[in-house]
Nanobody, 123 residues
Framework: VQLVESGGGLVQAGGSLRLSCAAS????????MGWFRQAPGKEREFVAA???????YYADSVKGRFTISKDNAKNTVYLQMNSLKPEDTAVYYC??????????????????WGQGTQVTVSS
């Protein structure tokens, strides 16, 4: 399985970005996809997850501003980020697993990762 993220960039505070995570190499059904981010000097933290391709979960810090969605026909999961803040600045990664019984917010439970995409929010 290969994951390729795109859509990062530089945006002013209050702006929006949409990240994409395109998957290849395996049938894109019954999966768990998570978005995580890592700022310099900090640990990778949970942002949002799509569990079993249906249920969505968000970190409190992004709830109401970020939306995770999917397009199974394109084997792609999106992260729409609105009302961006400087503290959202980080490298964003998507992770994928087909295993059950995982904690959607724990990055160690995901088996496949993309290369990351930089998001920078200026004040």
């Amino acid at each position: 399985v290969q994951l390729v993220e795109s859509g990062g960039g530089l945006v002013q505070a209050g702006g929006s970005l949409r990240l994409s995570c395109a998957a290849s190499g395996r049938t894109f059904t019954n999966y768990n996809m998570g978005w995580f981010r890592q700022a310099p000097g900090k640990e990778r933290e949970f942002v949002a997850a799509l569990k079993w391709s249906v249920s969505t979960y968000y970190a409190d810090s992004v709830k109401g501003r970020f939306t995770i969605s999917k397009d199974n026909a394109k084997n792609t999961v999106y992260l729409q980020m609105n009302s961006l803040k400087p503290e959202d600045t980080a490298v964003y990664y998507c992770g994928l697993t087909y295993r059950s019984g995982i904690s959607y917010s724990r990055h160690g439970d995901y088996d496949y990762w993309g290369q990351g995409t930089q998001v920078t929010v200026s004040s």
